[in-house]
């Protein structure tokens, strides 16, 4: 990012910049490692509020040619506020590097948490309560025209109560006019539409919320195979194969969200109301505030 015009916000004082905001945080412990920078846990000094603090470096932006990208993920998920999503509170930068602040998800990443997990899968009622959450989230994003298209369990944190949060919008758009062309994503999580080079919009979150479901249950995702090509040819011919100990409702829902029409797949509203969801799913944080 160039020189422009840095902002930062403590938070909830988005649009303030402190004097001096690199002071203004006290990096405690480095959190994480990341392809183009790190992430620390940091004290914001006035509140003593525990953050995220991500840093990327300039140099390393521009040698993967993802400025662009960056900006518009600062742009997109600053301006979001639901409990299932991660906070952006606000950035600065100096010469060479970028800091983000986000809220900190002390829980860590659910790849790690579902990897840890007997089989690698997590149980029924877990699943659901994590689906339905991502659910609650997007239908929160698509209602700001904001497709996500890289939902993946390493985009995935927990929060301090186990509550999920998308905590990555790097390939996310704002798509008013609700249809793209743009190949992006991660190979066992794209819709058939984007492998065909079609055109695509919101319904391919769908699409990606099934894959998870499917890949929360057994611990592997639907189409994974060795060869990247006959990962696209199974996700062409939407060819899935269900193991034994998928329950029928889960099959069903699975079956709902992974076909190969955008618009044919089941709705975010759907998903909420489907037998397993309500079956098994706890309440999410999105459902106690809207009954608070």
């Not at 309560?129 to 390493?154: G, N, Q």
Request: charged fraction near 25%.
């Amino acid at each position: 990012m160039g020189p422009g015009d840095p902002r930062a916000a403590a938070p909830g004082k988005e649009n303030r910049a402190p004097a001096s905001t690199a002071a203004a945080a006290a990096a405690a412990a480095a959190a994480g490692r990341g392809k183009f920078g790190n992430v620390y846990l940091a004290r914001e000094k006035a509140s003593c509020y525990i953050v995220a603090l991500k840093v990327l470096y300039k140099a390393q932006l521009c040698k993967g040619n993802v400025e662009h990208q960056l900006r518009r993920e600062i742009e997109i998920q600053s301006h979001l506020r639901h409990p299932n999503i991660l906070r952006l509170f606000g950035y600065f930068h100096d010469a060479n590097r970028v800091f983000l602040i986000l809220e900190y998800a002390a829980r860590g990443e659910l790849y790690k948490e579902l990897h840890r997990q007997p089989g690698s899968r997590f149980p029924e009622d877990r699943s659901a309560t994590y689906i339905a959450s991502l659910a609650h989230a997007l239908a929160y994003c698509h209602s700001k025209s904001v497709i996500h298209r890289d939902l993946k369990p390493e985009n995935l944190l927990l929060g301090l109560r186990g509550e999920l949060k998308i905590a990555d919008f790097g390939w996310s758009v704002h798509s008013p006019a609700n249809r793209r062309h743009t190949l992006c994503g991660t190979p066992d999580y794209l819709p058939p539409e984007m492998i065909e080079g079609r055109e695509h919009d919101h319904t391919l979150d769908l699409w990606s919320l099934g894959v998870l479901t499917y890949e929360f249950l057994c611990g592997v995702p639907p189409f994974d195979c060795e060869e990247l090509s006959d990962t696209y040819r199974r996700i062409r011919k939407v060819q899935v194969t269900y193991p034994p100990h998928l329950s029928e409702d889960a099959v069903d829902l699975i079956r709902r969200l992974l076909v190969k029409e955008g618009k044919a797949r089941l709705p975010l509203a759907g998903v909420l109301r489907h037998p397993w969801i309500v079956k098994h799913a706890g309440p999410t944080l999105a459902t106690q505030r809207s009954l608070g």
